[in-house]
């Protein structure tokens, strides 16, 4: 009998991060996760792994050299500022006045909670995004395998492609 009022205390306790994901994502939201993407990077060569537009989410890290953009837009909320570990300070960007570009090995990254217009360089990136939204994906030219994965809105994984893709559709209402 004791073991019932136990029992009944864990679920409770279980309950409420499930409760706080669920209340996070909304109707029509979709997913991309790229697992030890790389593309060219250096030497003149740069394209981005992933070049997304999304309201959501987006976490990721990259482990080999690399270089991220993060716009978060003139209406930015301050208490959504994205945030960059491991890279060293921001410096402007080209793209925008909004704009912010960190360089280096092994960073981690985190935009959560608003609009954000994303690009990471480089190798070994991993990435998870939830929202709705738009994505670019490259990998390495000429390398069928080994440039790493990806899975869009819950696909299957399939291989980087050798050359930047048109605009695909994170979610449903992108």
């Known amino acids: 009998m004791r073991r019932l009022p136990v029992i009944l205390g864990l679920f409770s306790v279980l ?36 070049q997304l537009t999304i309201t959501g989410s987006v ?17 930015a909320d301050p208490a959504s500022e994205p ?3 491991g890279a060293g300070l921001p410096g402007d ?22 609009t954000y217009t994303v ?7 991993n990435l998870v995004a939830v929202g709705t939204g738009t994505v670019r994906l490259a990998g390495m030219p000429e390398t069928p395998v080994g440039d790493g994965k990806y899975s869009l809105n819950g696909d299957d ?13 994170i979610g449903s209402n992108g």
């Not at 890290?61 to 991220?68: P, S």
């Not at 006045?97 to 608003?114: E, H, I, L, P």
């Not at 690009?119 to 990136?125: A, H, I, K, N, R």
């Open 15 to 50: 309950a409420v991060p499930v409760a706080a994901l669920a209340a996070t994502s909304a109707p029509g939201d979709g997913s991309l996760v790229v697992k030890n993407g790389s593309a060219p990077y250096g030497a003149g060569l740069n394209v981005p792994v992933v």
């Open 59 to 75: 976490i990721g890290q990259v482990l080999g050299t690399g270089k991220i953009v993060i716009d978060a837009g003139p209406n």
């Open 83 to 85: 945030l960059v570990t």
């Open 93 to 114: 960007s080209a793209r925008s006045d909004t704009a912010q570009v960190w360089k280096g090995t092994t960073f981690k990254f985190r935009a959560v909670g608003g």
């Open 119 to 125: 690009l990471v360089y480089g190798s070994q990136v």
């Open 157 to 169: 994984f399939a291989s980087l492609p050798g050359t930047q893709t048109d605009k695909r559709v």
